[in-house]
């Protein structure tokens, strides 16, 4: 891909003069963060758009020992600040493994088939990754599933997709036309099926420029994490990562996030978080009562089509996939109207998929009504963030079953 827009590159560093030059002497992702591999949570979309540079975070990790497993999703994957948000929780202890957040707000399951498949190209520690699924990307009534593909495509992950053998060529001209369909990529001609628009291609190079210099002017130092409201650049791995293995006690881990949470909220009876539900609430109650459901049309065809492609190209792989499928908040969800019923049939239709595809499923469906298991009305709390990451704790550091 870098090879296309050697040109491109030349007239861009000519243009910025010694600015364009210094970034081409130092364009090689493996050399720009193999002191500063560890990013809390992709949330810029340059990050997300680029697979060269989220691959030689997760290699350089793996070189350090820092033992990372894919774990893909979206805004749930947030870099919230709580002692048992992903972030903090992996790199606090040495549980002997971390995790890399892969993705961010709105991104969805046809990115993730993508990723995936780019990822096996070249290897992935165990053989194992993990999707975090989010109800909202399904529903017919959220107009939400695939509005975003544009703006979080990758040329460089489609590229190494396309380029992945162990994929049947079948699999990637499915992945191609749903593609196609969300105008990513154009032409129905077999001559121009790989065929990125122009736009696309512009997008991602003017992308990749941008990350390389946040990448060299923004990596920190710090041995702590090192983030804020909207997430990070590079920073080197914390050392409290490192060390004599422990094993987690996920009962005492549990107990302690659920007291935290606690102490963030006292203003209601869901257990959410305060501000949240003085500031949201009712916001969020008057923009969800105009969601027109239709039980003949409840979910977004397309967007199962895509899962089921995530879950065919972990299949094709040779990858073990634990899907993570996370629960809405009942006592929220209740008062708008995508009722238990239609909630029950987005669940029974993800656990019909996995079933298809042999994916194992941590179900957390069970905690809809469990106080203190979101801190609003879908993301978990650190309490729930804790019981997920025993989900992904059994599943990456066992023999590949999650209770």
């Known amino acids: ?169 079948d699999l990637k001209d499915e992945v191609l036309t749903q593609l196609r369909s969300h105008k990513v990529m154009f032409g129905s001609n077999p001559l121009l099926q790989s065929v990125r628009s122009f736009d696309t291609v512009a997008t991602a190079f003017e992308s990749s420029v941008h990350l390389r210099y946040r990448t060299i002017t923004q990596s920190s130092d710090s041995d702590s994490l090192d983030y804020g409201a909207y997430g990070s650049y590079n920073q080197k791995i914390p050392s409290s990562r490192f060390g004599e293995p422990q094993t987690p006690d996920w009962d005492e881990i549990q107990q302690l996030a659920q007291d935290e949470v606690k102490k963030k909220s006292t203003n209601n009876d869901m257990g959410v978080g305060d501000k949240w539900y003085e500031n949201n609430y009712q916001g969020w109650l008057w923009y969800t009562s105009g969601w027109n459901v239709d039980p003949d049309n409840l979910l977004d065809k397309s967007e199962i089509e895509e899962f089921q492609l995530t879950l065919r190209t972990c299949k094709e792989a040779g990858l073990d996939v634990l899907v993570v499928l996370n629960p809405v908040n009942g006592m929220c969800w209740d008062q708008c109207p995508v009722k238990q019923e239609y909630r029950n049939a987005y669940y029974d239709t993800i656990r019909e998929c996995c079933a298809a595809y042999d994916a194992q499923v941590a179900d957390l469906s069970g905690y809809e009504d469990t106080k203190y298991f979101f801190r609003d009305s879908e993301h978990p709390s650190e309490y729930g963030w804790s019981i997920i990451n025993q989900a992904i704790y059994e599943f990456y550091m066992g023999d590949g079953e999650s209770e």
Request: aromatic content about 16%; hydrophobic content about 40%; charged content about 20%.
């Open 1 to 169: 891909m870098l090879k296309r827009f050697a040109g491109i590159a030349a007239g861009t560093a000519i243009a910025l003069g010694a600015f364009g030059t210094f970034l081409a002497v130092n364009w090689d992702y493996d050399n720009l963060v193999k002191d500063r591999p560890y990013v809390a949570y992709t949330n810029y979309s340059e990050q997300v758009r680029d697979f060269d540079y989220q691959r030689a975070n997760y290699d350089a990790r793996t070189e350090q020992g820092d033992n990372p497993v894919l774990v893909f999703g979206s805004s749930e994957l947030g870099p919230e600040r709580g002692t048992y948000y992903p972030a903090k929780f992996w790199t606090s202890s040495n549980y002997g493994m971390n995790i890399q957040a892969c993705g961010k707000a709105y991104v969805t399951d046809l990115w993730d088939a993508v990723m995936i498949g780019a990822f096996a190209k070249d290897g992935i520690n165990n053989n194992k990754v993990v999707i975090s699924l989010s109800m909202p990307w399904f529903l017919s009534a959220t107009h939400y599933g695939n509005e975003f593909q544009g703006r979080t495509f990758s040329p460089s992950a489609l590229d190494a997709f396309l380029d992945n053998n162990e994929l049947s060529d």
